[in-house]
């Protein structure tokens, strides 16, 4: 892991001309939302692109500024175009970015399509947030975020150790055999039905069996989802230092479309149709009943000190805890994202109902997170808030 110290002494070097700090991000997942906050915010945005997937940034919402430098319109100043998302690790590459001043947002795509190792031990540009807990995201990593959630005494569903073991509605979690960003995800409620589920899938070129082999299979939680958006800042100097800005939930290829078709229906669908992939293809926002937020809290809290304890400094910034709720409002978090969310997007602009509450302005995650460089800035703590 690259040192901390050493990414402090470079972004020491941005306080010489502060005007020029951009804040970069891989176009691509949440990108849209961390230009568009960072705009409101006053910084330059630029964003990283693989070529094929550059027009929505490069035309469609390009910035135009008028001759004062004030936006006039859209949210990506400029952009860097790549073969590949991961010519970004290379060292002249790396370089340009420095030399422009450029904070760089993580976010999902930057770890897909980028190695993990090379970020943690080469990528040599101030990350806004936590570098060490990437990693943990990985569920087939040691140390992944199930490892965190049991060290913070935190609510997961319960892991099934075979398929033997099925007696009961599981998920059987494990990646899509083509989408690099998705899931082969299946649900089984017997070893019967996993076979049988799983043979199909294979064939259909949606899982492999080697991935089969590693996958979690964990008690499936009957209850919605919903993806609390939070934020923990080290720098807050007199508040509490963990808030909730929004909630999503997602919309899930071809799950919803399943549950569109009346049950007879479904019944009736030919084998490449009868089992729903979990596909993420949009999100949509949520608000909580208000007994709810004192558990979100606590989540909150226990798995910011699980981090600090166990991956100094701990969480920083954003962060997404993803939970089904049961039929007794309990909560089980079931993926953790230690950076910006998937679903952020959803509230880029317009905010949502609790940041915007809290902050008494619209207040996205992207918007959160440029107003925290500002605010860094302000108090010259610019190196605690990022790794």
């Keep these: 892991m690259i040192e901390r110290k050493e990414i402090k002494g470079i972004v020491e070097g941005y306080y010489t001309n502060t005007d020029t700090i951009k804040v970069g991000t891989i ?10 906050g960072a705009v409101e915010e006053e910084f330059r945005t630029l964003a990283v692109c693989q070529a094929g ?35 970004i690790l290379l060292p002249e ?3 340009k970015l420095v030399d422009e001043n450029v904070l760089f947002a993580p976010n999902r795509s930057f770890t897909s399509y980028c190695s ?93 069996r080697e991935a089969l082999e590693n996958a979690r299979i964990e008690r499936y939680i009957v209850g919605p989802v919903f993806n609390l958006d939070m934020f923990y800042s080290p720098i807050e ?16 290829t071809s799950l919803d479309g399943h549950v569109r078709l009346p049950a007879p229906q479904q019944m009736t669908l030919p084998e490449n149709q009868l089992t729903p992939e979990y596909t993420v293809c949009g999100h949509n926002s949520a608000t909580l009943r208000e007994s709810l937020l004192e558990k979100v809290f606590e989540m909150g809290e226990k798995y ?22 049961d039929k007794d409002l309990n909560f089980y978090i079931y993926d953790v994202a230690p950076r910006v969310g998937g679903g952020t997007n959803v509230h880029m602009s317009v905010g949502h109902s609790y940041g915007n509450s809290l902050w008494r302005r619209p207040m996205s995650t992207g918007r959160r997170l440029a107003f925290e460089i500002r605010r860094a800035l302000e108090l010259e703590k610019l190196d605690m808030i990022v790794t």
């Design 53 to 87: 997937r550059e027009k929505t940034y490069s035309e469609y919402f390009r910035a135009q500024r008028d001759s004062f430098g004030r936006i006039m319109r859209g949210i990506v100043d400029e952009i860097i175009v790549f073969k590949n998302y991961n010519e």
């Design 116 to 208: 993990i190792g090379e970020i943690e031990e080469d990528f040599r540009v101030p990350l806004l947030g936590s570098r060490n807990l990437l990693r943990s995201e990985e569920r087939s990593e040691q140390q992944s975020y199930y490892w965190i959630l049991e060290k913070a005494g935190l609510p997961f569903p319960e892991k099934i150790g075979s398929p033997q073991d099925i007696n009961e509605l599981v998920m059987v979690k494990l990646p899509h055999a083509v989408k690099k960003l998705e899931r082969g995800f299946f649900t089984a409620s017997s070893y019967r039905e996993y076979l049988e589920k799983s043979e199909a899938l294979i064939k259909l070129g949606v899982i492999t």
């Design 237 to 252: 100097p007199e508040m509490n230092k963990l808030e909730l800005l929004g909630v999503d939930w997602r919309f899930e």
């Design 304 to 325: 910011v000190e699980a981090t600090q304890e166990h991956y100094a400094p701990g969480i920083i910034g954003p962060f997404c805890l993803q939970t089904c709720v």
């Design 27 to 36: 176009a691509s997942h949440s990108g849209l939302d961390i230009c568009d």
């Design 93 to 95: 590459n790396q370089k």
